[in-house]
């Protein structure tokens, strides 16, 4: 299959680091955990997509794919018939990085022709044996995500000797796989999977220590945006957790990740302004 990229220069990217970086979420599916981010029309997607290069995303995210707690998997050719229409949509009006939200190399490889440049594998590369050599062939980046278990059975009584030590060795020996995959090292990005297989308390563990990531020498990406974590503590429902998750994305931020997930970019983009230069002036160290 012929990429048709274009892939993201080391230097482009390098360049882009200088600032925290804002990842829009497209969900081309009718059952995501936050039903108002759900487009399952193909024009409402791009249009979706749009509006969030507009308002500031650094990278638009397309999913076809439900990964709430308890989902299970569908077709490969039906997650690629909601994706890669809005996917070529994307890239046809806009330069914007284009990310492919799958476990599925074949979905990937698709997305990836059709334009999108980073492949964000909630699975990391551990649920298809052909997702490395897709990545690795095609020059894009992939993000690394920690999940205890699938989906489907992630919630059910997750368990850790120490959290934020098993997620860390976990990202540590999935960065060894993709580098025996052939993957450049300098394309891997991270994400602890807050929500993914953990308690409340879990994730805040994991965010309280986000540093300790920091060590792997990649990227650290969060995806906290309107999450249940964020309902518990509020006692709230999806759909009125934002304020939940400008906290919590500041929080990550100064505690050292580099790039933000968020389902409401605007909001993001002014969080990461401000949380970015509390962390350049040394105020998350008081």
């Not at 997750?158 to 300098?186: K, M, N, Q, S």
């Not at 503590?233 to 009125?240: C, N, R, T, V, W």
């Amino acid at each position: 299959m012929v990429y048709c990229g274009p892939m993201i220069e080391l230097t482009a990217w390098e360049a882009r680091r200088d600032r925290i970086l804002v990842m829009g979420i497209v969900n081309t599916t009718p059952d995501s955990f936050y039903e108002a981010s759900r487009v399952v029309r193909r024009r409402a997607a791009i249009a979706r997509a749009l509006r969030m290069v507009d308002d500031g995303a650094d990278i638009v995210d397309v999913g076809g794919e439900s990964t709430r707690p308890g989902s299970a998997s569908i077709p490969v050719q039906e997650e690629m018939d909601r994706v890669l229409p809005v996917v070529e949509g994307v890239r046809k009006r806009s330069d914007v990085i284009l990310s492919i939200d799958t476990t599925k190399a074949a979905v990937a490889e698709g997305a990836l022709a059709a334009g999108a440049q980073i492949v964000n594998d909630v699975g990391a590369m551990r649920y298809d044996d052909q997702m490395g050599d897709v990545v690795a062939r095609s020059g894009a980046f992939v993000v690394l995500m920690h999940m205890l278990g699938r989906p489907k059975t992630m919630q059910q009584d997750p368990t850790y000797a120490d959290v934020v030590e098993d997620v860390h060795a976990f990202l540590a020996e999935r960065i060894r796989a993709a580098l025996d995959a052939g993957i450049d090292e300098r394309r891997i990005l991270v994400d602890p999977g807050i929500g993914f297989g953990k308690t409340v308390d879990h994730n805040l563990a994991l965010l309280r220590n986000l540093y300790r990531l920091n060590d792997l020498g990649r990227p650290v990406l969060v995806g906290l945006s309107r999450k249940s974590f964020l309902g518990a503590i509020l006692d709230l429902p999806a759909d009125e957790r934002i304020e939940g998750t400008i906290a919590a994305d500041a929080i990550a931020i100064v505690r050292g990740a580099s790039i933000i997930r968020v389902h409401d970019v605007k909001e993001g983009r002014r969080t990461a302004d401000v949380a970015e230069r509390l962390r350049r002036h040394g105020v998350a160290n008081h």
